[in-house]
Every structure is written in structure tokens, then in C-alpha cells.
């Protein structure tokens, strides 16, 4: 059964610091890794997704990564703005049978003025 | 832009009247998700479509159920609302194998 894992599961950061944030999922079989922003009490707000034969996307300040190999993808976030506060959650397609889609719990980012 | 609907965004409803929650979206997609959400908790999938006449059951069990009888509409149903119910709800769709896109949610509360 495919886990997907979000470390950490919180984080506060001063503004303007450069942060990583990890996601990693135990079946290698997935179309793709989306990386999602959540305000509180809202849906979700696609931000970037990497197909499974690609290494990384990039948007604005926002890069992520996938090696599907050892199940790891990480979503970076240059020089942070308050703005920026939110859940971060990273999903996986699964190509198999269900194909559906598997969410991390998501890591809650606060950035301080 | 995604154009992907729910409403309503918030229902305060009676514990045993029946309530639907709409979603719908124009992007063609064919498959369509309903997910629960508790605050400041993780998503749960709950049901699922691949398409017109395909419902499947998430991993979270859930008293609701839905319908697909056009591409373009995925509503939920609870037949007999509960406190325990009381919760968000989030739709999504994709096409499959590329990028998925949500709603805004409907907030739900039972009293």
C-alpha cells in the first residue's frame, strides 16, 4: 500500500531564509508528484507538478524535485515572505489499478516577520 | 485557472435531513474525487470516479455516496445527516495522469 510522508510536519522560519521541505512515498510506481498549498479553511491550490520521467519544476520562487527511484521529492522555497505561510502537501498518482490519488498529512510552514 | 465548483461553500443543517453537495467542472475531466477533511487534520479519500457510471470507494469509510451520471458533475449525498458528519469537504478532477485541481470546499456542520 502506498505511505506518503511529509517531514516536518511543522516548520517556522524567519522571513527571507531559504527552506526545503520533504516528501517521500514508498511505491515508485506513480505518474506523477503534485505539490498543493492549503490556507486554513480552503481547498487546495495546485503548485507545481513533476511527471514521473521528469527531475524538477520550477515556478517563481518555488522549485521542487522528484527521484522516483528512492521515493523522495522535495519542494524549495527561496527567500521566504510571510505570505508564504500555509500547509504544504505533496500527493502521488499511483499507475495501478486505483490509480488514485495519495496525499501526505501536509507540513504546516510558518514564516515570521 | 481551474474551473471546478462546489456548493455550497458553507451548510449548517439538522441532524437527519438529507443534504447534496455539488461539484462540478468543466475541464472535461474524467476523474473526479471527494475528500474529508477535519481541521487542521489530513485529507481522506472517500470516493472516487474514473468516469460517467464509475464510482469507487475511498480509504476512508463514509455513510455518503455519489453519483456520476455526466462527466461534468460528481455530487455527494448524506442521506441522513449526523454530527459525526460535520467536517469539510473537498472535490477534485483530473485528467488522468496529469495535473488535478480543487474546489473551494464545502464547510459542513451538523447540529
Known amino acids: 500500500k502506498q505511505e506518503v510522508t511529509q517531514i516536518p510536519a511543522a516548520l517556522s522560519v524567519p522571513e527571507g531564509e531559504n527552506l526545503v521541505l520533504n516528501c517521500s512515498f514508498t511505491?515508485?510506481?506513480?505518474?506523477?508528484l503534485q505539490w498543493f498549498r492549503q490556507d486554513p479553511g480552503k481547498g487546495l491550490t495546485s503548485l507545481l507538478l513533476?511527471?514521473?520521467?521528469?527531475r524538477e519544476q520550477t515556478s517563481g520562487r518555488l522549485n521542487a524535485s522528484l527521484d522516483k527511484s528512492s521515493g523522495r521529492s522535495t519542494l524549495y522555497i527561496a527567500a521566504s515572505q510571510p505570505g508564504d505561510s500555509a500547509t504544504y502537501l505533496c500527493?502521488?498518482?499511483?499507475?495501478?489499478?486505483?490509480?488514485?490519488?495519495?496525499f501526505g498529512k501536509g507540513t504546516r510552514l510558518h514564516i515570521l516577520p | 485557472e481551474a474551473d471546478i465548483y462546489q456548493t455550497p461553500r458553507y451548510l449548517v443543517i439538522g441532524t437527519g435531513k438529507k443534504i447534496t453537495l455539488e461539484c462540478s467542472q468543466t475541464?472535461?475531466?474524467?476523474?473526479m474525487y471527494w475528500y474529508q477533511q477535519d481541521p487542521g487534520m489530513e485529507l481522506h479519500l472517500i470516493h472516487y470516479?474514473?468516469?460517467?457510471?464509475?464510482?469507487e470507494k475511498g480509504d476512508l469509510s463514509s455513510e455518503s455516496t455519489v453519483s456520476r451520471i455526466r462527466t461534468e458533475h460528481f455530487p455527494l449525498t448524506l442521506e441522513s445527516a449526523r454530527p459525526s458528519h460535520t467536517s469539510q469537504y473537498l472535490c477534485?478532477?483530473?485528467?488522468?495522469?496529469?495535473?488535478?485541481?480543487f474546489g473551494q470546499g464545502t464547510r459542513l456542520t451538523v447540529v
Open positions: 477534485a478532477s483530473s485528467l488522468s495522469k496529469t495535473e488535478a485541481f
Open positions: 513533476i511527471q514521473s520521467s521528469q
Open positions: 511505491d515508485s510506481a506513480i505518474y506523477n
Open positions: 500527493a502521488v498518482d499511483l499507475m495501478n489499478r486505483d490509480d488514485k490519488i495519495i
Open positions: 475541464m472535461g475531466h474524467d476523474k
Open positions: 470516479s474514473y468516469g460517467v457510471n464509475s464510482t
